[in-house]
C-alpha cells in the first residue's frame, strides 16, 4: 500500500480505487446525529463512507452525501447485507432497498456482513449478479475466515474482493492476513480502535509519546502500514478530523514489530464462528 495522503486509495483486484481511510458509522444515530459525521468527515477530506442495513442509517448517510458538495462519484460507499436477509432473491431485494435509502444508483463496495451457514454461498451468487450487472463496482464480505472464504471460493465465479474483519493491536490474526494478500483480498479493519480499549494498553501510550501522536493515531497509522484499509467510527467533528492526522509521521519497522507483539487473539466483538444473529 502506497500511503500518501487521506484521500489515498489502494487497487483492488479488479482494478477499483478504494479509499484506504474512511468512516465507520456503527452506532451512529440515523438523523442528524450520522448527516453531521459524515458531513465532518466529507469537510475533513475523507472520502470513504462504510454503512450497513443493519445499522439503521443508511438514509441519514444518503442525506448527507447528497447535501454535501464533494461529487457522488468521488465518495466510495460500503454497505452490506444483513443476515435476515441473506439468500440470492431476498439479497437482490435489500440491495435496492439500501439503494434507495443511500439516494443512489449503484454501490461502490457491496459486503456479506456475516457467514451465515447455508446462506452466505447463494448471497455471494446474489452479488456475482449485481457486480456482473455493474451496480455495485466491487463486491466482498466481512468476518469471513479462512475457512469461509475458502468454502466461497470453491464455487465463486469473482473472488471476493475485500474481507473486512476485526483487526486491532489484540487481535492481528497473521495467518489470515497472509492468506488474505496471497488470494489478492484487501483486508479491511473494523473496530480498529477496539471500542475504547487500546487506549489503556501501557506500550501504545508510550510509543504515542515517542512519535508525539495520539494512541489513535499511532494504532490507525500502524493499520495503515500493515497494508489494511481502516474505517474509524467518531461523531465528534474534532476527533474525526484528528483521527485522519496518520500522514505526517511513519512508525519505523521495530515499533511495528512492537504493535504486532500486542496480538493476543482478543475478540471486543463477536466471534465469526460462533455468533446467533
Request: net charge negative.
Amino acid at each position: 500500500m502506497n500511503i500518501t495522503d487521506i484521500k489515498g486509495a489502494v487497487k483492488l483486484s479488479n482494478g477499483v480505487q478504494m479509499p484506504y481511510f474512511g468512516l465507520g458509522v456503527w452506532r451512529t444515530n440515523e438523523g442528524q446525529e450520522v448527516i453531521d459525521a459524515v458531513k465532518y468527515a466529507l469537510d475533513a477530506g475523507y472520502r470513504h463512507i462504510d454503512t450497513a442495513a443493519i445499522y439503521g442509517n443508511e438514509e441519514g448517510v444518503g442525506t448527507a452525501i447528497a447535501d454535501h458538495a464533494t461529487d457522488r462519484k468521488d465518495i466510495f460507499i460500503t454497505t452490506k447485507v444483513w443476515n435476515a436477509d441473506q439468500g440470492y432473491d431476498s439479497t437482490i431485494k435489500a440491495f435496492e432497498t439500501s439503494l434507495q435509502k443511500l439516494k443512489t444508483d449503484y454501490l461502490d463496495l457491496y459486503l456479506i456482513h456475516w457467514p451465515v451457514k447455508g446462506k452466505y454461498k447463494e448471497t455471494w451468487r446474489a452479488l456475482e449478479t449485481l457486480y456482473a450487472e455493474g451496480r455495485v463496482k466491487a463486491i466482498g464480505v466481512s468476518n469471513f475466515l479462512q475457512h469461509h472464504l475458502e468454502d466461497v471460493m470453491q464455487s465463486a465465479k469473482v473472488m471476493p474482493m475485500v474481507d473486512q474483519l476485526e483487526f486491532h493491536p489484540r487481535l492481528v490474526q497473521p495467518k489470515l492476513l497472509a492468506f488474505a494478500r496471497q488470494h489478492g483480498i484487501q483486508y479491511e479493519a473494523w473496530s480498529p480502535l477496539m471500542q475504547g480499549q487500546i487506549f489503556d494498553i501501557p506500550e501504545l501510550k508510550e510509543l504515542a509519546q515517542k512519535y508525539g501522536v495520539s494512541v489513535a493515531q499511532l494504532v490507525l497509522r500502524w493499520d495503515l502500514q500493515k497494508g489494511v484499509v481502516t474505517i474509524p467510527k467518531s461523531i465528534q467533528q474534532h476527533r474525526i478530523a484528528d483521527n485522519a492526522k496518520v500522514f505526517g509521521f511513519n512508525i519505523e519497522a521495530a515499533d511495528m514489530a512492537v504493535i504486532d507483539g500486542l496480538d493476543a487473539a482478543t475478540r471486543v466483538g463477536p466471534d465469526p464462528d460462533n455468533f446467533n444473529f
